[in-house]
Each structure stands twice: as C-alpha cells, then as structure tokens.
C-alpha cells in the first residue's frame, strides 16, 4: 500500500555514505583477514554456498519469529528442524555443511541434543555390542533421544543427584524410581515434547553383599530409557515428562521435566563401557579413570570456548556498523554547523565496543589453541595416557567460565552502546542475548567451576614446592619453580615489567600474576590451612588470573609465530593485542608511574584501532540474513529497515484498539466486549 | 491447559529439608524486627493501602499473570489494554488517589498501553498549557475523553533535543501551524502508548517563524479519528514492533505530511507567538523546571532502589533454599550447604543488598531536600513573609542547594538505573541454572527495566553535565568565592588539606569513609580542571575521565546520603539498636565494597594507603559478610514485596520453591497442550491437531 512516507529519505550523511567512508579510510585487506580467521577449514566457502540455499526457503524468513507465542513460536523451530534435517539429505550435505546451515537459521535446535549428547553419550560410554545395537537407530534417526542428568533440585554437583536406579536380581532389571519431587529430571533439553529415548543418569544402587535388604550406592551412572510410545508419542506408563515452560531464551528448545515411578528397564539398558554390573552376581566393576564420565562435558565446554568469539563478532559487527552510521550531538570543541559525530568517535563509546572488538580476536587464538589441546587429550587417552586429563579439565573450565562470561557480557555490552535502538527488536541482539545467556550458567556455572582450577592449581603448586630446583616437567611447572626460586632470593620480590613498551613484558606480567595468586592461594589452604569456603572469593579471582594469562599468552604467541599476515593487519592486529591485555590488566607487577599512563594507553591504542573498526568487523564475514539486524546491516540503510519492519512488517499495526476505558472491547468491531481476551484465561 | 499430574506426582515432596524449614531457619536467627523497618522504609499508611489493593486487584481473571511469558506479542498487547482499562475503571469505581492508581500499577508488574497518557501526557498539558488549553485539553484528557502521549524522540535522534527533525512552521495567513517530517530519520519513535492506542499526541517540534529556527516546542497534535480510531488524513501512526522487553507497551512511530493545527494547539504558559504580531515570545526559565526534573530523579533513584529488592529478595530466598555441594571441610555426611553460605554468592548479594537500602536513602534524601525547598519556595513569595523581611542569602542558600542537587542528580539517575538494572543480572545469575527460567521473576523484571538505562537522558551521556558543574564549581573555588553548597564545601576542604594529606581513618570512623569519598571527587575533579584548563586539552578526549568522575561524585552523594539517614534520629526513634546497628553494617559494607572495586582512584588520590584497601579486601568486607548473612532473609522480608507481585516461584515468601516451579511447568503450561510427531520425514508436526497448520 503505497504512501507518502514511501519518498521519505533519512537526513545526511546516510548509512551508506558514512558506511563507504569508514571503508575507505582503512587499508586493512578483510578478504584476506576474513580467509585467515575462518577460511582454514572451509568455513567461509560453506557459508557462501549454503547461505542462498536457506535465504530463498520462505519457512527460514526471519521477519515474524519475534512476535510468536511460545507454542507457536516452539512450532516453527521444530518444523524448521525437521525441514533442515530433510535438507540433508537432499542436498547431501555433510554434518559439517548441516551444521552450517543450522548456525545461519539461528534457532537453537530442538534436536540439538539428539545430534550432541545423546549419540557422544553412547559413543563414549556404551559397550561396543550396545554399540552396535543403538548407533544404526540414532544415525538414521529411527529413534529420537536426549540426555537427561541435572534435577530439579540438583545441578552442578552431579553426586547430589536424586533418581534412584535399583537393581532388582530377581528380574535381572533396574528399577528407576523419583523418590521426591526434585528428584525430577529438570532442564533437559529435546526431551520436553521431542525425544522418544533419554540417556537417563542415576544413582546406581546395588545390593549390599554383606546384609542383602540393604542397597549401597555406587554414584551416578547412564543408563539409555525409551520414554515415549513409538506410535503415539504418549509417555510410558510409570513416567511423567513435559516441557519445563517459558524461559529467558532457548524458546525453540523444549527443556524438559521427567519423574519415574517404579520404572523397570532390561539389565543391557545400563552403559557399560567403563562401570558394569554383573547380571548373575549383581557384583559392580569399577572404571579405571573416573573422570571419564566427565569426559563429553569437557568435550562441550571445549566448544563453548571456541565458539564465543563468532557470538562475540556477530554483537561487535552491529555495534560498530550502528555506531559509525548513528550521530549524536556536535563535538563541543568543533564545528557547532557541521553534523552531528558519528557515536564511534566519543572516547566513552570506543571504551565499550573497541575493547570488546579486540576480544573477538583474543577469543579466536584461544579457541584454536583449546581445540589442539582438546584433541590432543583425547588421542592420549585413546592410546590409555591420562595425564594430560587434569589439565585439559582444568583449561576447559576457567576458559568456558571466562570466554562465556566475556560473550555474555560483551552482547549486552554492545546492545546498550546503541542506545535506544538497542532495546528495539531491529537490533539483531535480543535472541542471540537471550539464547547466549544461557552459557555462563548451564554445563558448570561460571563461578562454580572455577574451583576445579583452583584446586588444580593449587595441587600443581603443592608439587612445585616440594622440589623448586628440579627441572619442570611441563611449563607450568617450570614457571611456578622459577617462581620459588625467585622469592628464595633476597630483594627480587618487587619485580616490574615495562608493559608499555614491550609486548612480551606483557605476557610475562600476566603469567607472573597468576603465578603470584596461585602461590598465595597455596599459603592460605596448604600453609595456613584456611577453611575452603572463606576462600572461594580468592579462588574464583586466581582462576580468572589464571585463564587471563592463558588468553594473553596464546594471542602474543599467535602473533608473534605468525609469518603469513600481511603488514596493515599485523600491525592492527598488535594494536588489538595490547588492548585487549591493558584494558584488562589488573596488577601491581609493574610502577606506579606506568599504572597512572595506562589510562591513555588505553585511549590512544583506541584511538589507532578505530580508523579499522568497520573493516575488522567486516572481516569476520557475517552475512547479514544471520545478523538479522536492521543496525547492523553490511550497507548501513539502518533507518529504511527500521521503518520497514515496524511499518510493513509488524502484525499489531494490522488490529485497531478501541481506547475507551469504559467500553470492555479491545479490537474495535470485534464486539464480543473483551470476553475473547479473557476467554483463554 | 495440559492435564494435571497423576496422584503419584502431586505425592512427591522435594527432599528435605524443606524450603518453608529453611526459610523459617532463617528467619528464627535474626531479631530483625521486620515490621518496623517495613514501617520505616514504605511508612504504615503505605503498606495499608498496598494491601487493600492487593487483595482488590489478585482475584480478578483480567490481572491473572501465568500466560504473560507465553503469549504472542499482539495477544499480550490486548491483554495489556484489557488490564489498563479494567484498571481505570476500579479507580473510577473506588475513587483512587494518583498515588493508589500508580501503587496498583505497579503491582501489576507491566507498563500498560495507557502509561504515557496517565503521565507525561497530563503532566506536560498541565505544566506547559495555559488555563485556555487546560480547559480544551487537559480537562478532556483527565476524563479520557481524549488520550495522548509525548512525542519527543526520533528514528535518528535521542538525548540530543536540539538535532529534532520535525518542524512546526507558523502560517502567518492563517493564523496556524503546519506539522511536518522533512525525512524519514524526523520519524517520531518510541513513543510509549502512541502505537495503537493514543488519539492526540504533544509532539515536539522545531519551531520555525519567517524562515528563523527558535528550537523544539511542545504542540497538542490530534492524530487519530475519535470515531473509527483510524489516523486521519496525512498521519502515518503504528506501533514499532517487538522489543527487549516492554512488549506490553505499544511504543510507536509518528510521521506527518504537512498537517494543519490551530494556533491554540500550541502549549503557551511558557513561550508563545503572538497571533497579531507573529512575534516569538521568550520564555522566562523557570525554575519550577529544575524542581520537577528534580524530582523525577529522585523517583527513579527511590525506584531503582525497589527494582533492585526484588531481585534480591528473590535471589537471597532461593539461595538460602537452594543446596549444592557438600562443605569441603564438613563431615562428609553432612547435607549438601545453603548456597548462601558460599562467599562467592554472599559477596554477589550482599553488596546489593547494601545498595537497594543505599538507593532508597539517597532517593529519599533527594525528595526531602525537593520538599523543603518547594516549601521554602512557597513561604518566600507569601506576603507575610515578605513583610517579615526574610534575607536574601537564606533564600538563595536554599536556591543553590536545589541547584546543586539538580546539577549533580544526573549523574545519581545514571548510577542508580545502571546500579539496579546491572543487579538484576547479577541477582538472575547468582540463582544457576534456574535462574534462567521465565518463573524465576527476574528476567522478565530486567528486560522491562532496562530502558530506564537510556531515557531521561542515556546514561553515559549524563555524566558530562555533572562533570561540566564540577569544573564550574572548581573554578568558582579556585577564585576564592565562598563555599555554600555542599559540592563547593568538599572542594574546599580538599584544597584545604592537600598538602597535608588526608589520613582518613575508613576502617574504624563511618564519617571517615563519608570524607574519603568526598576527597576522591575533590581530587578527580582538580584533575580533569587541570587536563581541561592547563593542558586544552579537548572536551571528546576527556569524556571517559568525566565518566569516572561523575560516577565518583554520584557515589560520594550516595555514601554521604546512606551515613546521614542511618545516624538520622528518625532512625533511632524508628528501630531498636540492635537493627539499628545493622543499618551501619550494611552502610559500611555499601561504601567499603565501592571503595575495594574503585581501589585505584582512592589510592591515587592519596585518600586511603595501600594497607587500607588490602585490609578492607582481605578482612573488613568478609567480616561484613558474616556479620550481615545471618539477617539476609528478614532484610529482604523488610521490604514487603508481595509473592503476587514478585511472581516467582524462587522468591516465594514461603520457600516452595519446587513444588511452585513444577506446578507452573506441568499445569500452566500450554507447550504441554501439543503433542508432536518427532521424525523429519513426516511433515506433520503435531498428531493431535488438523494436519493444517498456522505456520
């Protein structure tokens, strides 16, 4: 319907106009930056061939998601699922391809954990004839599953769970039973309306051998339970399973409650690659390495970690385009007639947002660097060396705390950068917000795990000190002796690194920081045998030290051993380094005079990056069908698309309200006096 | 709905011990006298009338609040209206006051589509219209006869009033002005109730008279039919689609294609064009102005202080609920510990808890100095008075308080909104893994708060006007004028006491810790005087050092508020010793927790050591937190936030904690209405509906 607002322009310089100049004034090659970042393994040619797929697919427009109920809204996430699952096999694509085209549609899938948990829980831990028995079903999606571990009232700590697991001998079957309500099964995704199957975790009870009326718990364990009628998609008799209600996001996943009353399950039910039941003698063989168990959660939280830096560009990608192209008051001390500044130019926006930028980097190395080491491990244990183990426990943990925390943030962070816009639904940021949130909590709380590195450290710290002057069996070793050494050593406590002119100082202050934590942490628990929860505070500040250090190391080490970036982006690049260290350098192993210039440091290596900020951004290549986002937008016709949405795309403005208090009609020449609202209450 | 559970479920209980035992456990280790704290905060008449309306309000189907998290946003828009429309008409009904109107506004917990007619609309018809348009619009309007909204923001311009694109050109021929959007960026935007439900709007506009710009004014606009409700002719008006949050408010867009308005539309008690002369009449600033924004203010610094409450009463009841891990250093058959018991969690709570008592002080401080000007205002220009010959500098003293205060309440307004919507999360995040559900109450409080962060003004913005008076003041200082406000008086004294040092004693004396802040403000402010002054350097590269100076200065003002009402003898007349006591604690753990996290600023400016701020780090605050953790649970109980109004199965007064989040999840539900078919070959979705379906 056309209309006088169809030739109205934004004022000048637009979106475009301002958008080219910052193009312009950059010699930074995103092609190559953007090859660099995400070509190694043929993430951008999969992105580019599979984008025009999914963009012409009218059940993958974007347009209306927003203003869904959350059945409706459930719906078209499990039709799109199912659509992108049919598209597999159409197109042929290979898990990586499919999981390309998931990451564009954007919704969290409610099969998620039929693809991740459910069939890397049977792998792991099933034996190879259940194996043999289960994996043909979930590969060919005959059987649909989810993973079941936390409870109601039972998250983090896994040995707290409820649901109880009984061997009967006499039937030769487990009998799973909720003997309280939060023994429920609670937060389980897939499971809430989708799976047919669970990997269900409960405390293994086993007969006492020497007074048999009593059962002894051997922990918990995963045993694989159909839940739902294959034909009618009912609930099995004896279990009780829903959907767990709205939530700040995930809306396309239906996390799930399960109860289970006296639910008997065969003997070969049990996962029972490490831990076995004896079916004749009801006897219990013990894993050689418990911590397996943990063994895919370390596997996710690795994800996580490499994940958060394309979550983190995708929020720093809307954040500097809109605030290039957003103006606001003219600059005080300049020309009063000229336009208003663009917002990227106010030191008080750059602070926010360029940081931030120079975090997606530091996130990129880190997530690489926990990938290598990921694997390593994995090969290790494979070929039955667990050493590696602890310390890939231990960098998992504090890096997802970390990297999670920093995405988290960063999103919000860049979200109210933008002002008022920010708040609206063009932002782009308000699912991506939502459905991130839910990171630092879920596979380990944030604040929670990061006890898993302190006691890691800790440990590391009481074998150092035992023998300081041997060599160091690893680096960490190493440093920590080199730091015993030194405090032996009159006069050499107060040692300063001249950050502002030496990148390697840099890391070395970081190391020298958390190395300095963890041995005062070392003092108060192993020394002065301090009470462990009066030192959580403590704890949860060395971890971070910790993960920091591990973050400013890998980005220097990346840099430095890098031989095929060209100068303009090297040198960027740097500049991005030591922001993103100093900005969050907290440390007195440097003077007080270089303390008090960190300041403008700061500023100015700001100031240098942000002639780049459009193209860094740029390079990280985010088509803007996954950006939905009108600020965001690669051509900087923000206004247009604001207008477009609220004005052509918007369902409300399709009703018109009857505004009288005294009259109970909502919609007007409805005429049923409001009765239709309430009618579904 | 879905079915509910079979009878072995509604058996279960949540293993023991209970959450209503632990809550009561917590509550029998306190002396805490809640009830005259209640009293103290929210006054006896307050609570009275909350709980009338509460129990008016509750039973009504229209105000039921299970479905608010599940529903479409066109549908929750209707609801919203329907709620807003049942409310005015109780007030009708039962002759509320304002007060009351608002009180149950509140309580139902979302902004409703007629929140900007009740508020700016009438306040700006009132405050800026002559008694001719009070008795053509402002009467018509209390009566809802018309409803309006205040159009101020653009698609392309926010705080900046001055880059408004929307102009209003006087036709001296006939005697009318001609609204008009020369781009699209002129869009009016975000204008709350404007979307679907206004008829009139005050739109603000630049004024332009014979080709000359005279800046943004206020015009009575009509823009939709009374009848049909449709926009008339030349109008393009809708609602701006979905948001954060704020989904039950339909902010809108406004644009207008050369459209006439008479002469009288224009709200003129303040400026004015002559209709004979076609002058432009200047207005004479008034100083009522200040007041009201002001006061505003400190409504949202009292606000913020009550937004912050909920989130923290909900987190501090789950968390002395919620059990994880058993104690490192405790037997090990000992039952997994209350969360609240980890220092991690308290050092998270805690300090807010501090600060929501902190924000509810400084808000008051705030209004009292408000009132006792107006009143001061009010004696002066009365005749008696005026006879009595009262002397210029007692009138002008109250003056320049009123001025300072409403110079430097920016920057509380941005401490404040920033302090509560930043609490929120953090309270969101301190309950786990369920913390994350729409039932935990606090999300859905956060996603509506959040705006207060941008309006009256965006945060980060504010701060510049703060650090403009400082450096005012400090010049003033510098030239030797007498110091009268209290801003000038702590310049003074830094300028005073420099070179002697500070040597404030924060660990032991409580005004102590009042003077370090005040000498940490001093000490910035001279600081970026000299960057500004000395050096030239520019006002964009000095904007982070007046971001943190701003923020010194606004929490200076919020310790010097918390310490004066808790040594005020309002309090020690209001509370028995032993609460009066904690008052204290609370206060010193608010200051000295701002002091830790701002540890370089305090110790640059040489208001404390080193061994100070390690001291307060490794001793002072955990003894705060153990002194303080024993009362969590009858602090918040203090606050009397209604289980309906908190809605949140975490927060429940009680502790039912569990079975209130299973009830919601099996039985309010409607996900659990649809039973799907799982396997992607099969393109039906569900097996118990038509094959047809909405998508």
């Given at each position: 319907?056309?209309?006088?607002?169809d030739n109205?322009?934004?004022s000048?310089?637009d979106?475009?106009t301002?958008?080219?100049?910052?193009?312009?004034q950059?010699?930074?090659?995103?092609?190559?930056l953007?090859?660099?970042?995400?070509?190694?393994?043929?993430f951008?040619?999969r992105?580019?061939?599979?984008?025009?797929?999914?963009?012409?697919?009218?059940?993958?427009?974007?347009?209306?998601?927003?203003n869904l109920?959350?059945?409706?809204r459930?719906?078209l996430?499990v039709a799109r699922a199912?659509l992108l699952r049919?598209?597999?096999?159409?197109?042929?694509?290979?898990?990586?391809?499919?999981q390309?085209?998931?990451?564009?549609?954007?919704?969290v899938?409610?099969y998620?954990?039929h693809?991740e948990?459910?069939?890397?829980t049977?792998r792991?831990?099933a034996?190879?004839?259940?194996?043999?028995?289960?994996?043909p079903l979930?590969?060919?999606?005959?059987?649909i599953?989810?993973?079941?571990?936390?409870?109601?009232?039972?998250g983090?700590?896994?040995r707290?769970?409820e649901?109880?697991?009984?061997?009967?001998?006499?039937t030769?079957?487990?009998?799973?039973h909720?003997?309280t309500?939060t023994?429920?099964?609670w937060?389980?995704?897939?499971?809430?309306?989708?799976a047919?199957h669970a990997?269900?975790v409960?405390?293994?009870?086993?007969?006492?051998?020497?007074?048999?009326?009593?059962?002894?718990?051997?922990?918990?364990?995963p045993?694989i339970?159909?839940?739902?009628?294959?034909?009618?998609?009912?609930p099995l008799n004896g279990i009780?399973?829903g959907?767990?209600?709205?939530k700040y996001?995930?809306?396309?996943?239906?996390?799930?409650y399960?109860?289970f009353?006296?639910?008997?399950?065969p003997?070969?039910?049990m996962?029972?690659?490490y831990?076995?039941?004896?079916?004749?003698?009801g006897t219990?063989?013990?894993?050689?390495q418990p911590?397996?168990?943990?063994?895919?959660?370390?596997?996710?939280?690795s994800n996580?970690v490499?994940?958060?830096r394309?979550?983190?560009?995708?929020?720093?990608?809307?954040?500097v385009?809109?605030s290039?192209v957003?103006?606001?008051?003219?600059?005080?001390?300049g020309?009063?007639?000229g336009?208003?500044?663009?917002?990227l130019?106010?030191?008080?926006?750059?602070?926010?947002?360029?940081?931030?930028?120079?975090?997606t980097f530091a996130?990129?190395?880190?997530?690489?660097?926990?990938?290598?080491?990921?694997?390593?491990?994995?090969r290790?244990?494979?070929?039955?060396?667990f050493r590696?183990l602890a310390?890939?426990?231990s960098?998992s943990?504090?890096?997802?705390?970390?990297?999670?925390?920093l995405?988290?943030?960063?999103?919000?962070?860049c979200?109210?950068a933008?002002?008022?816009h920010?708040?609206?639904?063009?932002?782009?940021?308000?699912?991506v917000?939502n459905?991130y949130?839910?990171?630092?909590?879920?596979?380990?709380?944030?604040?929670?795990?990061t006890?898993q590195?302190?006691a890691y450290?800790?440990?590391?710290m009481t074998a150092?000190?035992?023998?300081?002057?041997?060599a160091?069996?690893?680096?960490t070793?190493?440093?920590?002796?080199?730091?015993i050494?030194?405090?032996?050593?009159?006069g050499?406590?107060?040692q300063?690194?001249?950050?502002?002119n030496?990148?390697f100082?840099?890391?070395?202050?970081?190391?020298?920081?958390?190395t300095?934590?963890a041995y005062e942490?070392?003092?108060?628990?192993?020394?002065?045998e301090?009470?462990?929860n009066s030192?959580l505070?403590?704890?949860?500040k060395?971890?971070?030290?910790?993960?920091?250090?591990?973050?400013?190391a890998?980005?220097?080490?990346a840099l430095s051993n890098d031989?095929?970036?060209s100068?303009?982006?090297k040198?960027?690049l740097w500049?991005?380094?030591?922001?993103?260290?100093?900005?969050?350098?907290?440390?007195n192993a440097?003077?007080?005079?270089?303390l008090?210039?960190?300041?403008s440091?700061?500023?100015?290596?700001m100031?240098r990056?942000?002639?780049h900020?459009?193209k860094?951004v740029?390079?990280w290549?985010i088509?803007?069908?996954?950006?939905?986002?009108a600020?965001g937008?690669?051509?900087g016709h923000?206004?247009?698309?604001l207008?477009?949405?609220a004005?052509?795309?918007?369902?409300?403005?399709?009703?018109?309200f009857?505004?009288?208090?005294w009259?109970?009609?909502?919609v007007k020449?409805?005429?049923?006096?409001g009765r239709?609202?309430?009618?579904k209450? | 709905m879905p079915?509910?559970?079979?009878?072995w479920v509604?058996?279960l209980?949540?293993?023991?011990?209970?959450?209503s035992e632990?809550?009561q456990?917590e509550?029998?280790q306190?002396?805490v006298d809640?009830?005259?704290l209640?009293?103290?905060l929210?006054t006896k008449?307050?609570?009275e009338?909350?709980?009338?309306?509460?129990?008016?309000?509750q039973p009504?189907?229209?105000?039921?609040k299970s479905?608010?998290h599940?529903?479409?946003?066109?549908?929750r828009l209707?609801?919203?209206?329907?709620?807003?429309?049942?409310?005015?008409?109780?007030?009708?009904?039962?002759k509320?006051?304002?007060?009351?109107l608002h009180a149950?506004n509140?309580?139902?917990g979302e902004?409703?589509?007629?929140?900007?007619?009740a508020?700016?609309?009438?306040?700006?018809?009132?405050?800026?219209g002559t008694?001719?348009?009070?008795?053509l619009?402002l009467?018509?309007?209390?009566?809802y006869?018309?409803?309006?909204?205040y159009?101020?923001?653009?698609?392309?311009?926010?705080?900046?009033?001055?880059?408004?694109?929307t102009t209003?050109?006087w036709?001296s021929?006939d005697?009318?002005?001609t609204?008009n959007s020369p781009?699209?960026t002129?869009?009016k935007?975000?204008?709350?109730?404007?979307?679907r439900?206004?008829?009139?709007a005050?739109?603000?506009a630049?004024l332009?008279?014979?080709?000359?710009?005279?800046g943004p004014h206020?015009?009575?606009?009509?823009?939709?039919?009374l009848?049909?409700?449709?926009p008339?002719d030349?109008?393009?008006?809708?609602?701006?689609?979905?948001?954060?949050?704020y989904?039950?408010m339909?902010?809108g867009?406004?644009?207008?294609?050369n459209?006439k308005i008479?002469?009288v539309?224009?709200?003129a008690?303040?400026?004015?064009?002559?209709?004979?002369?076609n002058?432009y009449?200047?207005?004479?600033m008034?100083?009522?102005?200040?007041?009201?924004?002001?006061?505003?203010r400190?409504?949202?610094v009292?606000?913020a202080?009550?937004?912050?409450a909920r989130?923290?009463?909900i987190?501090?009841?789950?968390?002395?609920?919620?059990r994880q891990f058993?104690?490192?250093?405790?037997?090990?058959?000992?039952?997994e510990t209350?969360?609240?018991?980890y220092?991690?969690v308290?050092?998270?709570?805690l300090?807010?808890?501090?600060?929501m008592?902190?924000?509810?002080f400084t808000g008051r401080?705030?209004?009292?100095?408000y009132?006792e000007?107006?009143?001061?205002?009010?004696?002066?220009?009365?005749?008696?008075?005026?006879?009595?010959?009262?002397?210029p500098e007692?009138?002008r003293?109250?003056?320049?308080?009123?001025?300072?205060?409403?110079?430097?309440?920016?920057g509380?307004k941005?401490?404040?909104?920033?302090?509560a919507?930043?609490?929120?999360e953090?309270c969101?995040?301190?309950?786990?893994?369920?913390?994350?559900s729409?039932y935990?109450?606090?999300?859905?409080?956060?996603?509506d708060?959040?705006?207060?962060?941008?309006?009256?003004?965006?945060?980060y913005?504010?701060?510049?006007?703060v650090?403009?008076?400082l450096l005012?003041?400090a010049?003033?200082?510098?030239?030797?004028?007498p110091?009268?406000?209290?801003?000038?008086?702590?310049?003074?004294?830094?300028?005073?006491?420099?070179?002697?040092?500070?040597?404030?004693?924060?660990l032991?004396?409580?005004?102590?810790?009042?003077?370090a802040?005040g000498?940490?403000?001093?000490?910035?402010t001279?600081e970026?005087?000299?960057?500004?002054?000395?050096?030239?350097r520019?006002?964009?590269?000095?904007l982070v050092?007046?971001?943190?100076?701003?923020?010194a200065?606004?929490q200076?003002l919020?310790?010097k508020?918390?310490?004066?009402?808790v040594?005020?003898?309002?309090?020690s007349a209001a509370?028995d010793?032993?609460?009066?006591?904690?008052?204290h604690?609370l206060?010193r753990?608010?200051?000295?927790?701002?002091l830790?996290?701002?540890?370089a600023e305090?110790?640059?400016s040489?208001?404390?050591?080193?061994r100070?701020?390690?001291?307060t780090?490794?001793t002072?605050v955990l003894?705060l937190?153990?002194?303080i953790?024993?009362?969590?649970?009858r602090?918040?109980d203090?606050?009397a936030?209604?289980?309906?109004?908190?809605?949140?199965?975490?927060g429940?007064y009680d502790?039912?904690?569990?079975?209130?989040?299973?009830?919601r999840?099996s039985?309010?539900n409607?996900?659990?209405?649809l039973v799907?078919d799982p396997?992607?070959?099969?393109s039906?979705?569900?097996?118990?509906?038509?094959?047809?379906?909405?998508?």
């Open positions: 319907m056309p209309d006088f607002t109205l322009r934004p000048q310089p979106g475009p301002t958008l080219g100049r910052e193009r312009q950059s010699n930074i090659a995103t092609e190559e953007g090859q660099y970042l995400l070509g190694s393994d043929g951008l040619e992105q580019a061939r599979i984008l025009p797929i999914i963009e012409q697919e009218p059940l993958f427009s974007k347009e209306q998601q927003q109920s959350r059945p409706e459930f719906k996430g199912k049919r598209m597999k096999d159409t197109h042929k694509w290979s898990y990586l391809e499919y390309m085209a998931e990451y564009l549609v954007d919704d899938s409610p998620f954990l693809m948990m459910f069939i890397t049977i792991e831990q034996s190879e004839e259940q194996q043999a028995y289960w994996l979930i590969e060919s999606w005959k059987i599953g989810a993973y079941a571990q936390t409870e109601l009232g039972h983090s700590n896994v707290g769970l649901l109880e697991a009984r061997w009967d001998s006499r030769k079957e487990f009998v799973l909720s003997p309500l023994a429920s099964k937060w389980n995704g897939s499971l809430g309306r989708l047919n990997i269900v409960a405390q293994l009870l086993l007969p006492d051998p020497s007074s048999l009326d009593q059962y002894i718990s051997h922990g918990p364990h045993f339970v159909q839940v739902r009628d294959m034909k009618t998609h009912q009780v399973v959907d767990i209600g709205p996001g995930y809306i396309t996943m239906d996390n799930a399960m109860l009353d006296q639910f008997r399950i003997h070969t039910a996962l029972s690659r831990s076995k039941v004896d079916p004749k003698t219990y063989t013990k894993p050689e911590a397996l168990i943990y063994g895919s959660l370390t596997y996710v939280r996580m490499h994940r958060a394309l979550v983190l560009a995708r929020a720093a990608t809307v954040a385009r809109y290039s957003r103006r606001q008051f003219q600059d005080r001390d020309d009063k007639k336009p208003e500044m663009s917002v130019d106010y030191p008080t926006v750059q602070i926010r947002i360029l940081p931030l930028l120079a975090t996130l990129h190395y880190t997530g690489l660097a926990m990938q290598a080491v990921y694997k390593k491990a994995r290790d244990i494979e070929k039955g060396d590696s310390h890939m426990h960098m943990s504090g890096l997802k705390s970390l990297c999670t925390i995405a988290a943030d960063g999103i919000e962070t979200r109210r933008m002002g008022g920010g708040f609206g639904g063009g932002s782009g940021l308000i699912q917000n459905d949130l839910s990171k630092p909590t879920v596979e380990g709380d944030n604040w929670m795990i006890q590195v302190a450290v800790i440990k590391r150092a000190v035992k023998s300081p002057d041997t160091g069996v690893d680096e070793d190493a440093r920590f002796k080199e730091f050494r030194n405090k032996r050593r009159p050499s406590e107060k300063t690194y001249d950050i502002l030496s990148d100082h840099i890391v070395k202050s970081f190391e020298l920081r958390a300095a934590m942490a070392y003092e108060q628990r192993v020394i002065k301090r009470n462990w030192l505070i403590q704890l949860h060395l971890s971070r030290a910790q993960s920091e250090s591990i973050i400013v890998t980005f220097f080490d031989k095929a970036l100068e303009p982006i040198t960027v500049d991005c380094y030591r922001l993103f260290a100093l900005y969050i350098f907290r440390t440097v003077s007080q005079a270089d008090n210039s960190l300041a440091r700061v500023q100015e290596l100031a990056i942000r002639p900020a459009v860094l740029d390079s290549m088509p803007d069908y996954l950006l939905d986002s600020l937008r690669y051509d923000v206004y247009e698309d207008f477009n949405r004005h052509r795309l918007n369902p409300l403005n399709r009703i018109t009857n505004p009288n208090y009259e109970d009609e909502i020449g409805s005429g049923h006096n239709g609202i309430l009618s209450l | 079915t509910p559970p079979p009878d509604k058996a209980k949540p293993s023991g011990p209970q959450g632990l809550l456990q509550r029998a306190s002396n809640v009830e005259r209640s009293e103290l929210h008449e307050t609570l009338r909350r709980a009338s309306l509460l129990a008016l309000l009504e189907k229209v105000f039921d479905q608010n599940t529903l479409g946003r066109v549908e209707q609801r919203s209206l329907a709620k807003a429309k049942r409310l005015q008409q109780l007030a009708e009904e039962h509320w006051s304002m007060q009351e149950a509140d309580l139902i902004p409703t589509p007629y929140g900007l007619h508020s700016m609309f009438l306040v700006t018809l009132r405050e800026q008694p001719e348009q009070h008795r619009f009467e018509r309007a209390e009566k006869e018309i409803i309006g909204c159009a101020q923001t653009e698609l392309g311009h926010g705080s900046n009033v001055r880059g408004l694109e209003a050109t036709n021929n005697k009318t002005f609204i781009t699209l002129a869009s935007w975000w204008i709350g109730s404007l979307g439900t206004a008829n009139h005050v739109v603000m630049q332009l008279i014979d080709g000359k710009n005279y206020p015009f009575v606009v009509q823009v939709r039919d009848e049909t409700h449709q008339l030349n109008v393009y008006v809708g609602d701006i689609g979905p948001k954060f949050g989904n039950t339909d902010n867009f406004l644009l207008f294609n459209v008479p002469h539309n224009m709200l008690r303040f400026c004015q064009v002559d209709k004979e002369t002058q009449a200047k207005p004479a008034p100083s009522l102005v200040f007041g009201t924004m002001t006061w505003v400190a409504n949202i009292l606000d202080g009550g937004v912050l989130g923290v009463t987190a501090t009841r789950y968390c002395a609920v919620r058993q104690d490192r250093d405790a037997d090990p058959h000992a039952g209350q969360v609240l018991n220092k991690m308290q050092v998270r709570l300090p807010l808890l501090a600060s008592y902190a924000l509810h401080g705030m209004m009292r100095l009132e000007n107006q009143s001061r205002m009010k004696a002066a220009s009365s005749p008696d008075q005026e006879s009595r010959g009262a002397g007692q009138l003293a109250g003056a320049n308080l009123l001025a300072d205060l409403h110079a430097t309440s920016c509380l941005a401490l404040a909104s920033t302090t919507g930043e609490g929120l953090i969101r995040r301190a309950c786990g893994g369920h913390g994350y729409s935990s109450g606090i999300g859905p409080a956060y996603a708060y959040l705006p207060t962060l941008t309006w009256e003004g965006d945060n913005m504010l701060t510049q006007q650090a403009r008076y005012k003041s010049r003033a200082v510098l030239a030797g004028k110091a009268r406000n209290d801003t000038s008086q702590i310049l003074q004294a830094y300028l005073d006491r420099r070179d002697k040092g500070a040597s404030f004693d924060v032991d004396e409580d005004k102590d810790i009042v003077a802040f000498w940490r403000t001093a000490h910035l001279f970026a005087l000299k960057h500004r002054d000395a050096e030239q520019s006002w964009n590269s000095l050092d007046f971001w943190r100076l701003s923020t200065h606004s200076y919020m310790v508020n918390f310490y004066e009402a040594s005020s003898p309002e309090l509370l010793p032993e609460t009066k006591g904690l008052m604690q206060f753990l608010f200051s000295l927790h701002t830790e996290r701002e540890a305090f110790f640059s040489g208001a404390v050591t080193v100070q701020i390690t001291l780090r490794t002072a003894k937190l153990d002194d953790r024993p009362h969590a649970v602090l918040v203090a606050w936030i209604p289980d309906w109004h908190l809605d949140s199965s975490l429940r502790g039912k904690v569990y079975e209130d989040l299973f009830r999840a039985e309010e409607p996900v659990n209405d799907f396997y992607p070959w099969n039906a979705l569900l097996k118990n509906e038509p094959a047809k379906s909405k998508l």
